[in-house]
């Protein structure tokens, strides 16, 4: 076991973890934030996504040691009330069905956003590949990326 100290949605986290394992865990079993989600546990469908230092990660293969001294965000930590544009742009769009791809959706979404503040479809596409949805509401999320980026922008 080793003790690492973890920056996740700007507070101070010190956890007492086996090395290598998978921040996902971390995050889920040690710290108690199960927004972030497990699906296949091999890095295939996005579900555990979180920002770390601004870029989408796959949390299930992302090592705790790896995200030592990084700014992580989780969806719990995206913003206090759902005022983020992405947040906001998946509400008005009524983008989820089932649900469960839904933090790693948006927080991807974010990243990209943030980084490319006027995507077009195919920088969303791109983007958005490593994240499924079993519901297949594609149309609807890119959709909103699209609102997003205008929310963000102040248009309204």
């Known amino acids: 076991m080793a003790s690492m100290t973890l920056t996740i949605n700007g507070k101070i986290h010190s956890v007492n973890v086996q090395q290598g394992t998978p921040l996902l865990w971390v995050l889920r079993d040690s710290?108690?934030?199960?927004?972030?989600?497990f699906g296949c546990g091999e890095g295939y469908c996005g579900c555990c996504t979180v920002i770390i230092d601004g870029d989408a990660v796959k949390s299930c293969g992302a090592s705790v040691e790896s995200a030592v001294g990084k700014k992580i965000t989780t969806i719990e930590g995206l913003s206090r009330d759902r005022?983020?544009?992405v947040q906001r742009a998946w509400?008005?769009?009524e983008v989820p069905q089932c649900g469960y791809c839904q933090s790693g959706q948006i927080l991807t979404a974010a990243a990209l956003i943030a980084r490319n503040p006027h995507p077009s479809d195919s920088d969303i596409d791109a983007a958005m590949d490593g994240v499924l949805c079993r519901c297949g509401t594609y149309h609807r999320i890119r959709r909103a990326i699209h609102h997003a980026a205008d929310l963000k922008a102040g248009a309204k």
């Open 31 to 37: 710290l108690g934030l199960t927004g972030t989600k």
């Open 83 to 85: 005022d983020h544009p």
């Open 91 to 93: 509400i008005e769009e």
